[in-house]
């Protein structure tokens, strides 16, 4: 009965392949984000959907593709690896209701990039 | 652009102590607050919520203050336990965006 899971927990991989994330809610909740903490653990908001629309997208290189199959859903593929995107990924969920809502936020994925 | 600073970086505490973790963001222009809690490892928990209409909340143990002509919050936790050991992180909400800061690691010790 997990309010947001990820999958996988740990991902280890090779510089220059292809990697996806997978995230799924079921709160209910109509938005859904992506952040990365990285190795300072500064956590910053990579992008936000809502009912499967985006409207963030902070300047994120365009590798990295969220994809919303569904409002419960948001995935994270990311092309050709970096060192630089070795972090940890959290996904996170939120009412979207005149922005007053708990975003609830699922336990992470780590991503060593070899 | 929002910034959020949290003060101290890190604490040592024994326990049973009463501490207080402080955080500051540059624009006021906020519509809520959140405290946060990160365990080693997991993912965050959400410990208090403070809408930019209010003054304070509390849960249990926890009490979060807002004064955002100030631009501050405290997060007040009194009778410091092992348990509470973790990082907290203080984050303000500007329209989709939470904007966190780096967080204050508290180390509580038997």
């Known amino acids: 009965d997990t309010a947001v899971s990820q999958t996988p927990k740990y991902l280890v991989t090779q510089m220059g392949n292809d990697k996806s994330i997978k995230c799924e809610q079921n709160?209910?909740?109509?938005?859904m984000y992506w952040y990365k903490q990285d190795s300072k653990k500064f956590l910053k908001i990579m992008f936000s959907?809502?009912?499967?629309?985006?409207?963030i997208n902070e300047t994120v290189p365009n590798r990295f593709s969220p994809k919303s199959p569904d409002k419960a859903h948001l995935n994270l593929h990311i092309n050709s690896l970096e060192l630089g995107d070795s972090a940890v990924y959290f996904c996170?969920?939120?009412?979207?209701?005149?922005?007053?809502?708990?975003?609830?936020f699922g336990p992470g994925t780590r991503l060593l990039v070899l | 652009k929002q910034e959020v600073t949290q003060i101290p970086a890190a604490l040592s505490v024994p326990e049973g102590e009463n501490l207080v973790l402080n955080c500051s963001f540059t624009?006021?222009?906020?519509?809520?607050l959140q405290w946060f809690r990160q365990d080693p490892g997991k993912g965050l928990t959400s410990l208090l919520l403070?809408?930019?209409?209010?003054r304070e909340q509390t849960s249990g143990r926890l009490n979060a203050s807002l004064d955002k002509s100030s631009g501050r919050s405290t997060l007040y936790i009194a009778a410091s336990q092992p348990g509470d050991s973790a990082t907290y992180l203080c984050?303000?909400?500007?329209?989709?965006?939470?904007?966190f800061g780096k967080g204050t690691k508290l180390t509580v010790n038997p």
């Open positions: 996170a969920s939120s009412l979207q209701t005149a922005y007053q809502e708990t975003q609830y």
């Open positions: 709160l209910g909740h109509d938005t």
């Open positions: 959907y809502n009912n499967k629309e985006l409207i």
């Open positions: 624009d006021s222009a906020i519509y809520n």
């Open positions: 403070i809408q930019s209409s209010q």
């Open positions: 984050a303000v909400r500007r329209a989709e965006k939470l904007v």
